[in-house]
């Protein structure tokens, strides 16, 4: 624990979500209180990125006003990347690094709050003999961080295609006798059901929808799934499915494959909705209809969950106690206590643990016939979706805010 | 005008959309205000069909709770249909308007509130003997209809496509430099570009999303549309399109044909979004997601327009207010009577004015270039989305009404 002034360093990297910028609220919010002991805030321009070509952000130039409307802002205020840190232990790896720290020594940067590449950073300073302390912040809305019990842009994302499946299914079912029979709504989730699971929030009796989850987690059975779905339409009238962009055959591969790689050499999905749809004409003959939410889910801001906004402002909150406080290598962390009434509570983990660990959707989430939640999911669910929050309206839409991003000026030589 | 209590019967055919209960709403609270001339609000099940078979919900059996809350949920309460009356020159035809009288007959029906049958049904009466009170109530997210200023349902889903833009272009500029550059947002709209334009509201500033409208309205020029796309992808960094999905080439064949035709001999469209996606990719070589947001987007009750909900109920309420006051063969209208501030009332028009007239968006709306909105689309569009009307929530999801929807005892012979 250093009791110097120094500076901090906030990168925003990853998939952004609908609240990731309430935990930047949280992050430089907390950061002013404390001036004393944090000097400025500098963002990295597109995440880690930012600290790599030396784009700093100076966050210290945005009035509290500014900051204090990040909370009801979507995106990344100061934008965000996909960029994969090279290994450490990579020859080239050390270079990336090596110009990190230059970075930081050149701007006195001794915290860094990240998400996604904090660990990594962790590991430099003692090798590089620059000492950082680096705290992780979870934020994805795929929800499968390790030692957290939910990731904070998760809620949000849950509560979106909550309500979806609930709005969507109304209209379904008021046009089912002479038109669509089956509606079929993609969201995300590569390797997890934890999206998927959400939608299943929107029954409430046996015939409401959803009718059918597809989940990642199991190997699509085709028979079954038409099975199912001519059941649904002449039992219910129509039949709503809620499709996971990661559902997979038996042998692994994904329904539907855009082709293509990101960054991280991950597939590009998309596409399992109308893949479905064009399987439930042919075989079955019913009129369809699907819709593909895409960034529309995690960019819903205008239907973020309470408990997800105050939970992301918490962490980002958090982080920076936890840095104060002399705590090293680890990551803000909500820890749940009960589920009804939902009692939560901040901890920490340390980031070795949360690295390259894929929290997977429990088995007991998932109904035995592998098409819908179960009450433990439902328990688990619930909480993170609760309550409203909504942002400031101008002219009947929602006024989100934007930042000047007044940047630093440049100390070190470019980094080819 | 007949001073004898008779019942009414209320039909909700067609396509619905977020606030169409909400006109149900405003027909029902009045006709229970007049009870003295009114009795029994009958409501077709799946619309007129519930007419044709002798399907009628008695809508007295519900609470005046029950109907209070069809203000805040989505869809149609009592079902809709896609289904077409044959013409009363057809010689099959005018046995379903025999049939029609038969039933409105049986269950002393004298007046009749509809959005898509209003008309052929009010020139049954002198011809078959059985006068009916004919009242057209306005709704379709197209908002196509001619002789009213707009439709209710359109409002709220040029909010819901407003607030999507403008929420999607944050995400897909927070993560451009290493992710997605053109992102596509297919919206509704088969013959006109009323929604696309909508999605023009989220722009405020000059590089702002959406950079791009595709309209029906302009036939696709392939080459401009790419050139635009690059340009706007080397000076903003990315490019957020709204894509009608009624877009048309020259010769008029749509971008996206999904095969097959509805009820009525429209082509069933879609993809027009993943179609231009990958004319993106192939010709540009950019990183490309979309989203179709389908039946989310007339749904979308959560963010209904506030202005939109209140003329959906007035129509409906002075739909009752026009068949008391004795007018037959008209439709409840709204009028303009100035931009800004914003000032409406209610009017009526003949529905022979309306039958069959396909109100086009004027051309002054679609800027020079063909790819954005003007100062005159805007000063429209832009009352219509005002003001947010958030329904009830319970356990973090809309807490949507659902009706008994009690049957009437038949007294006629099927219709076969």
Redesign the interface.
Known sequence: MSSARRNAFYA?SG??T?VINATACGVIETARLHSDRIGTVFAGR?GI?GALREDLIDTGAETDEAIARLRT?????F?????KLKSLDEADGEREYRRLIDVFRAHDIGYFDSQDTAHKVSLLGERLGYPVVCIGIPKTVDNDLAMTDTCPGFGSVA?YV???V???A??????C???TKV?I?EVMGRHAGWIAAAGG??KRHRDDAPHLIVFPEVPFDEVDFLARTKRTVERVGYCVVVASEGARHADGRFLADAG?T??FGHA?L??VA?MLAQLVRGRLGY?F????????Q??????A?ATDVEQAYAVGRHAVELALAGRNAVMATIVRNSDEPYRWQLGDAPLERVANVERKMPKAFISRDGFSITKAARRYL?P?????D?PP?V????D?ASLANHPVARRLERFP
């Open positions: 925003q998939g952004v609908a597109n990125l802002t979507p995106g990344g205020a934008g965000s990347c996909r960029y509560k909550g309500v979806s609930r709005e969507a109304l209209d379904v079912a008021s046009m006798d002479t038109s509606f709504l929030l929107a293509g990101d960054a590009q998309g596409g109308p009129k209809h699907w819709a593909l939410a895409d960034y529309l995690r960019a819903a801001r205008h239907i969950s619930e993170l979706v609760a309550g409203e909504y309206y002219d009947g839409l929602p989100y």
